[in-house]
């Protein structure tokens, strides 16, 4: 087994690392990021052997035209099953939301052989519950209960942010 390495990832065998993967030679497991990059072929780059965890940052502001535009627009959150459904927004049923603006961040990957993130109900292929291609994974147009399937391909933070008017 491969030892399991937290912190940034310096070592080859470290399932952090964003890699390529390992093949067997001699009994041992070797790094195909120690072969040769080849930048045009994917996964054989050097961003496919990158040793740091992938990190964003997002700074959230409010100011009080943000929270007037939001209320304008008729923005009020609406939160279904820790779901922040139009985030940012303000007050609706986002508790601690009124008079600030909310907002939910959510994740959205896509691996290279077509699944994504999320919760999907759609069942392709082979009626799996996962996220499957373009249909599926598509983040500007998730579907909804009405359309017969629930197709999201977002992972939520698990809470919200409440940003009080500077």
Do not use: H, M
């Not at 939001?70 to 009124?98: D, F, I, M, Q, Y």
């Not at 499957?132 to 977002?154: I, R, V």
């Amino acid at each position: 087994r491969i030892p399991l390495q937290q912190g940034e990832a310096t070592q080859n065998d470290s399932f952090y690392r964003n890699f390529r993967g390992f093949e067997e030679v001699n009994d041992q497991l070797k790094s195909l990021c120690e072969a040769p990059n080849n930048t045009s072929v994917w996964g054989q780059t050097p961003e496919s052997c990158e040793t740091r965890y992938v990190s964003f940052n997002r700074l959230f502001t409010c100011t009080p035209n943000d929270l007037q535009k939001l209320e304008a627009a008729g923005r009020l959150c609406s939160v279904v099953g820790g779901k922040v459904t139009n985030s940012p927004c303000t007050g609706g049923n986002a508790s601690g939301g009124a008079g600030a603006c909310v907002f939910q961040p959510r994740v959205f990957v896509k691996d290279n052989w077509g699944w994504c993130t999320g919760t999907c109900t759609g069942g392709a292929p082979l009626n799996n519950p996962g996220c499957y291609e373009s249909a599926e994974c598509n983040p500007d147009f998730p579907s909804t209960e009405e359309s017969g399937s629930l197709n999201d391909p977002w992972v939520y933070y698990n809470g919200t942010i409440i940003v009080q008017p500077l």
